[in-house]
């Protein structure tokens, strides 16, 4: 009897050790998650975030790590194709996106937007000399256009205008198609081709502004996570009202 009650006294103290050290590597982890912010981006779309000397860089990951600051967040970046975001993002795989998202109505079905960062970026197109373009985006119709695959550019010709443009993955890809002769038109944010315009100045090319909507940016969260878009909301606010936000738009020339 003595012997069954010392087995049974055992068999009590094991699983209360093995609760209480389950308890503890729980609120272990949930600490260590707790202080990191997961964030996903498409590091090839310049000047938002691209890669320099294998390190992540760009306006949106400036204003990132600003952010982390704040809301006392370590950030970590996990790069990745601008179509998967959103499913990364609702698959919790990471916890917000930081890619030069413009936020659009079918988007917000499934994701949640902070405020814009940035407003007001236009549209612009770009030909070779040979090919005169009109800031009439109708009178695109009948041209093969590039666009970046998934962004607002897209988003716009495919929905707004009923067009199906050449869908490529990076700046560059745009320009070698447009070189190439596979497209005659490029369109995209004036804040994304500009800088490749200014770096290839020896290169002749028609730029029209388009009469057409201009992009506004923004990050986002799930949409079980309003408590993180405050949070995030609260500290662009607090770096638009203390000067930090201007700062890094000036940097990189918004």
């Known amino acids: 009897m003595f012997k069954k009650i010392t087995v049974l006294i055992v068999v009590l103290l094991s699983l209360t050790l093995t609760w209480y050290i389950r308890q503890y590597n729980s609120k272990h982890t949930s600490a260590q998650i707790g202080k990191t ?71 917000a079905r499934k994701i949640l937007y902070t405020n814009p960062y940035l407003t007001n970026d236009p549209l612009i197109a770009v030909s070779m ?15 093969k256009v590039v666009v970046n695959l998934g962004y607002t550019a897209d988003n716009y010709l495919t929905q707004q205008l009923k067009m199906e443009p050449l869908r490529l993955d990076t700046i560059g890809d745009l320009f070698l198609a447009l070189q190439n002769r596979h497209a005659k038109v490029v369109i995209g944010a004036k804040s994304t081709l500009t800088p ?46 203390n000067g930090i936000l201007k700062v890094i738009k000036n940097k990189w020339g918004f």
């Open 196 to 241: 490749y315009l200014k770096k290839h100045i020896d290169k002749q090319y028609n730029v029209v502004q388009l009469d057409a909507p201009s992009e506004t940016y923004a990050f986002a969260v799930s949409l079980t996570d309003k408590k993180l878009a405050t949070r995030i909301n609260q500290a662009l606010q607090t770096m638009q009202e």
């Open 37 to 107: 912010l997961i964030v996903g981006t498409s590091a090839d779309y310049y000047p938002f975030a691209f890669i320099k000397d294998d390190e992540y860089a760009g306006f949106d990951l400036d204003i990132i790590k600003k952010i982390g600051n704040i809301i006392n967040k370590d950030i970590i970046i996990k790069n990745m194709p601008f179509n998967t975001l959103l499913i990364e993002l609702r698959l919790g795989h990471i916890d917000m996106i930081a890619a030069g998202m413009t936020p659009s109505p079918a988007r």
């Open 129 to 143: 000399p040979e090919n005169l373009i009109s800031s009439d985006p109708n009178k695109l119709l009948d041209k």
